[in-house]
């Protein structure tokens, strides 16, 4: 039974910073495409970042430069480091593994559908002007 549960979320100013964890109870965690997606009221749910078996990286343009994701394989954990937060970064923050292995960052990045992943129950992030 896979698992994923997400930590680190709360409430920030603008132009504050915010660390997000999500730890993974699933086998074959090193081989998996983690990526983080958010879902703001009234809005579809997009994906924010992913990061594939070879720690190679892929991020939407809103949050190019502000946004790190990054993995620790032997805590089996997933980060999303968020600097110069902004009021629109405001959503609810969910954590995701693809289901299929080794798949590479820009392929599950395009990825849509909640069934090819893994989810995590999610974090809310509240940026404040």
């Known amino acids: 039974q896979v698992q994923l549960v997400e930590s680190g979320g709360g409430s920030v100013q603008a132009g504050g910073s915010l660390r997000l964890s999500c730890v993974a109870s699933?086998?074959?965690?090193?081989?998996?495409?983690m990526k983080w997606f958010r879902q703001a009221p009234g809005k579809e749910r997009e994906g924010v970042a992913a990061?594939?078996?070879?720690?190679?990286?892929s991020y939407t343009d809103s949050v190019k430069g502000r946004f790190t994701i990054s993995r620790d394989n032997a805590k089996n954990t997933l980060y999303l480091q968020m600097n110069s937060v902004k009021p629109e970064d405001t959503a609810l923050y969910y954590c995701?593994?693809?289901?299929?292995?080794?798949?590479?960052?820009?392929?599950?990045?395009?990825?849509?559908?909640?069934?090819?992943?893994?989810w995590g129950q999610g974090t809310q992030v509240t940026v404040s002007s």
């Open positions: 699933v086998d074959t965690y090193s081989s998996k495409c």
């Open positions: 990061i594939d078996s070879n720690d190679v990286t």
């Open positions: 995701a593994a693809a289901r299929l292995d080794y798949l590479r960052s820009y392929t599950c990045f395009s990825f849509r559908r909640a069934d090819a992943f893994y």
